[in-house]
């Protein structure tokens, strides 16, 4: 194994290095059929099998329905932002949003396009601290969907329970899907960019309840169509072959390291380490508020912007790697993804403690 | 160097095999710096660079104009085929397309959500066996471009002369891009798949002039605007990153070869090679018209389809593997993009000389 450093970034992030070792070598040579993985056309017997055992796992991990699909498709969360409202809404049609951050904003902005958008929470006002309880907020009657980001990857916050309203929940997990168990049949709509829990940047994994692939309207262009990619299998086009190979690659590994249950302890444990070393004295500040912590990534400021760099600058050299925070909010920021070893945070950990000591 | 088969399938397609081995050791180590090439955030110095790097090699192996921009953009070209029209057309404007396959069937089947499509020529009638003359059609008065597929992958038919109208032209190369020479002027918008001349499938490659970037009608989402992508460097999301990188070093390969022109000669003379094997008894027949023939796509029938398909697996059990013809047609077809070797072709007329003379 080659000496590696911490990257504690954000997405594109830290991935199993078996995964990495795996994809070397299947790139050069596939299961040794003397083609490369990235050669192999995706309607070949090999690439369909890596497709079938991908979406096999996927289901197998997060137990999804029998009456939901598991689409692989490209564009990032982004273009979910669009895709979504693009075919549940229309005239008249309304949805209510959540609004927790930059990737609400975006998605609220997306869905205008389409239909009536109502914000029933938002925590804009204190720079994105907080996700609201379910007793601070009312779902606009007749909305189609409640819309949430479940975990917001710039301000570290993250639902610790998903709402229980008598609605239809539409979720953006792309930073912490795979990360905690869930009820899948709790929602619609399950979207997430790959980059983070899951693979490469290049894929985004969309899980849809089977009745909500006919309510497009009749004039979104065929690619846009989720029914499109259902019917297909998430092959009507040239699927991005290499980012679907790294997530089944990904959940092989999740799988064997227990499951999405026993990633959730482990990352409640790195989450706990990390945020016992903020709490254990006035130097780090957390930008969440404490019932809204995230456990996949945790933002925290110095006392000021001067020792705020010289922490990431010095904690650099030592191979702890991207603890920059957003430019958003500053500060800093640790992305602890399910890859992100054990041994990263505690050396952080013993890091924060000293550079503490030594600049207080 | 392991022992590699002869890949002629149409795509994901054979890449230069010193590409797969780069790819390989970075995915592990991108420059030895201690962190995967998947890992690298795309707001890394490291990824940024390597961007940077694919864009430069892009423009100046197609001597792409200042004026024109460069973008990196998922979902394939099958998502072109709506946004083209999405962001160029609108209500009362029109567009004059060139019906010669399924992928421009495809194109006028999105742009008529957008506006008014005029079909000027159309070979389905014949299996799409040829392309036009520039004497053969019309452009309709007022069109906004004139759109037109330069290679049919399924066919193996290629304009050998880009059509010389007064008008923009819109096409869609994704099946020969890079295999030779053209005037980047020409064009309003070119847009190829990679998954053929440069890489791994996932990113899109969209040459756009650019008085053509604020031509959006306002109710376009974000996402799809290629305004969003220009202004943003191809960073307004998360981009496929693996795949640009891949795009990268295909080009520098493609540099390294002596570049578009090199690479057109080398081209011709294998598709020579090929064409010359057919004509050169009554046991092959060609799909395409001769002045119609693509350099990329040889599609060729035998006598019966019995003898294709024993053709096809005798050819597999030698090591010249992907052969059989797309289902809409049938019979044989040898895919032989800018990194198929010219010794694969030659093995593959010995087999066709030899398959002939024991099956006449």
Known sequence: MVDRIYNFSPGPATLPYSVLEE???????????????????HRSREFMAVAEKTEILV????????????????????????????????????ATFLNTGVWSKKAIKEAKIFGEVEVAFSSEDTSFNRVP?????????????????????????QFAKFPEK??????????????????????????????????????????????LLNRTP???????????HADKGSMFNTPPTFAIYCVGRVMNWLKDQGGVAAMEKRNQKKAALLYGAIDGGNFYRGHAEKESRSMMNIAFNLPTPELEARFIAEAAVIGLDGLKGHRSIGGCRASIYNAFPREGV???????????????
């Open 23 to 41: 994809a070397a070598k299947d790139i050069v040579n596939f299961n040794d059929k003397g083609i490369g993985l990235i050669e192999l056309s």
């Open 59 to 94: 289901r197998e991990l997060l137990s999804v329905p029998d009456n939901y699909k598991v689409l692989f498709l490209q564009g990032g969360a982004s273009s979910q932002f669009f895709m979504v409202p693009m075919n549940l809404l229309g005239t008249g049609k309304k």
């Open 133 to 157: 309880e379910d007793d601070e907020y009312t779902v606009a009657p007749d909305s189609e969907y409640l819309y949430l980001v479940s975990n917001n990857t710039i301000y570290g916050t």
């Open 166 to 211: 008598d609605i239809m929940l539409i979720c953006d997990m792309s930073s912490d899907i795979f990360s905690r168990t869930l009820d899948v049949s709790k929602f619609g709509i399950i979207f997430a960019g790959a980059q983070k829990n899951m693979g490469p940047a290049g894929v985004t994994v969309v899980i849809i309840r089977e009745d």
């Open 218 to 228: 009749d004039n979104v262009p065929t690619m846009l169509r989720y029914q499109t």
């Open 346 to 360: 505690e050396k952080l950990v013993d890091f924060m403690t000293e550079f503490a000591e030594n600049n207080s």
